[in-house]
Antibody, heavy 118, light 107 residues
Framework: QLQLQESGPGLVKPSETLSLTCTVS??????????WGWIRQPPGKGLEWIGS???????YYNPSLKSRVTISVDTSKNQFSLKLSSVTAADTAVYYC??????????WGQGTLVTVSS | EIVMTQSPATLSVSPGERATLSCRAS??????LAWYQQKPGQAPRLLIY???TRATGIPARFSGSGSGTEFTLTISSLQSEDFAVYYC?????????FGQGTRLEIK
């Protein structure tokens, strides 16, 4: 059974870079059938897609965040990572990683809350 | 960017009754629409994809319909575990976008 687990600091200072890693277990991140994505959810609000990556390293970002986002993959560790630069309080959210087939996201990691505060 | 609008924002229904949730796209997304269920403190769970195909392990009381710009999620006989927030997602156009959610609460 495929599982995803997010990890990283729960507190980031304004203007700094948020860094998270998603570890995939129970399956290979190098599967040609899937992309791997990041989605976030501010407290009490809806879902926003951040970006996705293919095992080859091809990336796709939400235009609203593109200038600040970098997603990378490490197939040897079965992990992919998110970096979001120049964060503000508006970036406070639960960050989820998920597998993406042709369209929908399934499954999802449990999510990790990242708070931007000094 | 395609805007997904869900209605109502909150729906109050009694256990055992039917719930009908709506999702509208600002332009056609064909049948490239998914529905998710999210309970407090949990990640979203995929219920429906392709507008009407149930994901693995999803009970038959959940059904999806629609195409183009109008979509519906129906829960035929509400169980206590179905009270949650439901989101739709379009993946026909890049970037993929989600609706703002419908909260299904116990009446």
């Amino acid at each position: 059974q495929l599982q995803l687990q997010e990890s990283g600091p729960g507190l980031v200072k304004p203007s700094e870079t948020l860094s998270l890693t998603c570890t995939v277990s129970g399956g290979s991140i190098s599967s040609s059938s899937y992309y791997w994505g990041w989605i976030r959810q501010p407290p009490g609000k809806g879902l926003e897609w951040i970006g996705s990556i293919y095992y080859s390293g091809s990336t796709y970002y939400n235009p609203s965040l593109k200038s600040r986002v970098t997603i990378s993959v490490d197939t040897s560790k079965n992990q992919f990572s998110l970096k979001l630069s120049s964060v503000t309080a508006a970036d406070t959210a639960v960050y989820y990683c998920a597998r993406r087939a042709l369209g929908p996201f399934d499954p999802w990691g449990q999510g990790t809350l990242v708070t931007v505060s000094s | 960017e395609i805007v997904m609008t869900q209605s109502p924002a909150t729906l109050s229904v009694s256990p055992g009754e039917r719930a009908t949730l709506s999702c509208r796209a600002s332009q056609s997304v064909s049948s490239n629409l998914a529905w998710y269920q999210q309970k407090p403190g949990q990640a979203p769970r995929l219920l429906i994809y392709g507008a009407s195909t149930r994901a693995t392990g999803i009970p038959a009381r959940f059904s999806g319909s629609g195409s183009g710009t109008e979509f519906t999620l129906t829960i035929s006989s509400l169980q206590s575990e179905d009270f949650a927030v439901y989101y739709c997602q379009q993946y026909n156009n890049w970037p993929t976008t989600f609706g703002q959610g419908t909260r299904l609460e116990i009446k």
